[in-house]
């Protein structure tokens, strides 16, 4: 399938400059044709630059063509489109013309034109150009659905085990078709997948889903039916078959229900009751990449706003103050909040940066004030090479913490500042490394620091030997000592059972967190059996003492397993554990898969004060809330944690890669390195991990202004 992509550069008027790069461009791609022979090419870029269209033709990762087009209202000319011989004789033409289509549809363009052809007008004729006035005329398809809304379920082709592997793609997916635009939510990612249960000796064996169909039952509710297959989509390895369900309220949480074989009498009821309709004509309607479709279903406005608001990312829309702000000195101005919208009605109090210049404070009178939104602004990475990041405010000061990735984890280093930002350039000092104890002599992983009572205590990983030893550790800070002064840390204590033996001696332990709930304290971490054999990685639970951090008050328990294709694919683990209160809930994400660009975040949440022993208290999503697909240019993000700033902004520590490993083998995936975000809370409560900078504030509304009233 192809798809546009930008051409890397812009038109500046230099018309020689401008060929140079295309032409070079386009030869080193392997492209052996001119892109640039139509005869007014020069004519329209000199005349109408800003109306005129470039586009690299991608299939994959690889260019394939050219294409240039200019647009006038709504009527688009095509000026040039090339394609490599060998790609247009696999009949990629018909596939730029679909691509183009698609893009005029999102401008709003009904009728695309060319000039004549020449020898290519069988080409033009059969992709449904027709002469027209002397040139070739076809009108840009529409989508005319049954309903207002309506909801197109499908499963994607898998891409690249890096990019888009077939745990990921063989999972329900969703898009929301309105006015004949399809939206895929949550960034095309799945949003369904099917369950992994325990099988002997604890394995977990993995399947995924093929050709899943929606249905409205007459309750209300919904039921969500699909094939089972192995994890590689390959035929289930059951005899028959099973049929998949879930059953919604909702169409936000999907809750499995018991698998059933296609032989068993209620599975043939169930068919017989809910038939898999025909799919209508998709024509006009652009698909989401790698788009498979299943079926379409006509859901309400309300049911669109909800899914709008859990899977698409808001945006900020307008940001208001008041009109005239009376005050009595500076500090009554810096306490004034602006009100930040967003596109799914939620909104967000921000600070202002004023312009005082002109104000004589020493004067009583009105004076026009202008100012700007302030937004703490970070480059990913604002780290490189260290992972697991964690931030923590102790006594007025910010501390930043990691996994050090540049030694090889052999240190831990923290960072000291007055500022969230002020971290980026901080001066890091050691506090921790494999040569001061005997029991802590390899690798040092995933601190976090934790104020328990009047104390700070850092919780990490460490072993005297290898990587099958690693075990949870506390270390505390001395009564009166400096977090950035190695000598003011108590030596690290091994975790351990109620009973002080040893948390777990089968495997590791590691990535342990706490949270606080109905006065009592819980730690959470990452277990991995190895013997007898491998079960993969665990997030387990159990009450902790507050005093004594690193001894349990009750026996641990499983909380959540790799049970989803996104947590257990390339390898079985759930891990990075870390608590957020928020709207009466407390919200614990975590990180599953392989760490590498397929690494990805969820959430696990509870509410306040129901007994976080009690699993079923506690709810667990069936798709991530961060991937590689969620913000571009950062691949495998996970390993979260959060922080509170002054002005009561949460944010999400991080990290990413910067890169993807090429096909060739060429590029690797580049280091795990520490990013930083807001996390912005929709309507519905529901945590956004993925708002980018331009999304939390649009640049054209940053500029406020008033009245300032001195008196």
């Not at 992509?5 to 791609?29: K, Q, V």
């Not at 949480?253 to 009498?265: G, S």
Request: proline residues 7%; hydrophobic residues 35%; contains cysteine.
């Amino acid at each position: 399938m192809l798809h546009l992509a930008p051409f890397s550069m812009t038109w500046d008027g230099d018309w020689t400059l401008f060929c140079r790069m295309a032409e070079g461009y386009i030869r080193d791609t392997g492209l052996l044709v001119s892109p640039l022979d139509a005869p007014d090419l020069r004519t329209r870029l000199v005349q109408a630059p800003d109306t005129l269209l470039l586009r690299k033709l991608m299939q994959g990762r690889e260019c394939v063509g050219f294409l240039c087009c200019r647009i006038t209202g709504k009527s688009a000319e095509l000026l040039a489109l090339r394609i490599h011989p060998e790609k247009r004789r696999q009949g990629l033409g018909h596939d730029a013309v679909r691509s183009l289509e698609s893009e005029m549809r999102l401008r709003g363009v009904e009728q695309l034109a060319l000039s004549p052809v020449g020898n290519s007008q069988p080409f033009w004729g059969k992709t449904g150009f027709a002469a027209q006035d002397e040139k070739y005329v076809r009108n840009v398809p529409r989508y005319t659905g049954s309903a207002p809304c309506q909801l197109l379920v499908y499963t994607r082709q898998p891409l690249h085990e890096d990019i888009y592997a077939p745990k990921l793609a063989h999972s329900v997916h969703f898009a929301l078709i309105e006015n004949g635009v399809c939206t895929a939510l949550n960034h095309n990612s799945g949003i369904v997948y099917a369950y992994a249960a325990p099988g002997p000796d604890n394995v977990l064996h993995p399947h995924s889903l093929q050709d899943p169909w929606l249905t409205h039952r007459e309750n209300g509710s919904w039921l969500l039916l699909a094939n089972r297959t192995e994890a590689d989509s390959s035929e289930d390895a059951d005899e028959n078959g099973c049929l998949l369900r879930f059953a919604s309220d909702d169409l936000l949480f999907f809750d499995e229900l018991v698998t059933l074989p296609y032989d068993d009498e209620e599975a043939q009821e169930l068919l017989e009751s809910c038939p898999h309709l025909p799919l209508p004509d998709l024509t006009g309607l652009d698909l989401p990449e790698g788009c498979i479709p299943s079926c379409v279903v006509d859901i309400t406005e309300e049911e669109a706003k909800r899914l709008r608001t859990r899977f698409t990312t808001p945006v900020n829309v307008s940001n208001t103050v008041p009109e005239e702000i009376v005050c009595a000195a500076p500090a009554d101005l810096d306490a004034v909040r602006a009100i930040a919208a967003y596109s799914d009605g939620s909104m967000v109090l921000k600070r202002v940066d004023w312009d005082t210049r002109s104000v004589d404070w020493t004067k009583p009178g009105r004076y026009p004030l202008r100012g700007r939104i302030h937004q703490d602004r970070y480059e990913f990475p604002m780290a490189w090479s260290k992972a697991d990041p964690a931030v923590c405010r102790w006594e007025g000061k910010y501390y930043f913490i990691s996994t050090n990735d540049l030694d090889g984890n052999h240190t831990l280093f923290i960072r000291e500042a007055d500022s969230i930002p002020g971290l980026v350039t901080a001066q890091q000092t050691c506090i921790l490394n494999t040569s001061m104890y005997p029991h802590l002599g390899s690798l040092l992983w995933a601190p976090e620091m934790h104020i328990l009572g009047d104390r700070l205590f850092i919780f990490h990983a460490g072993t005297p030997g290898p990587f099958g030893q690693e075990q949870s550790h506390v270390m505390a800070l001395k009564p009166g000592g400096s977090p950035t002064c190695a000598d003011d840390w108590e030596m690290p204590r091994r975790v351990v059972k109620k009973d002080g033996s040893m948390l777990f001696d089968k495997g590791i332990t590691l990535d342990m967190t706490v949270f606080w709930s109905a006065q009592r304290l819980y730690a959470v971490w990452s277990q991995r059996q190895f013997d007898p054999v491998d079960t993969g990685a665990w997030l387990y639970i159990a009450e902790i003492d507050p005093e004594k951090p690193w001894q349990l008050l009750s026996d641990p328990m499983v909380l959540a397993i790799p049970s989803y294709g996104w947590e257990n694919n390339h390898t079985f683990v759930v891990e990075g554990p870390f608590a957020l209160h928020h709207g009466g809930r407390i919200l614990l994400t975590y990180s599953g898969a392989l760490v590498d660009s397929t690494y990805a975040v969820g959430l696990l949440s509870i509410e306040e004060g129901a007994d976080p022993l009690h699993i079923s208290n506690w709810r667990k999503e069936n798709f991530p809330l961060l991937t590689s697909r969620s913000v571009p240019g950062e691949y495998g993000p996970g390993h979260n944690a959060y922080v509170t700033d002054d002005d009561g902004l949460v944010w999400n520590t991080y990290h990413a890669r910067p890169g993807i490993r090429t096909e060739d083998g060429r590029q690797g995936f580049g280091p795990r390195s520490s990013g930083i975000r807001r996390v912005h809370f929709a309507a519905d409560g529901f945590p956004h991990l993925d708002m980018t900078e331009e999304m939390d504030l649009d640049p054209k509304l940053a500029q406020v202004t008033a009245t300032l009233v001195v008196e």
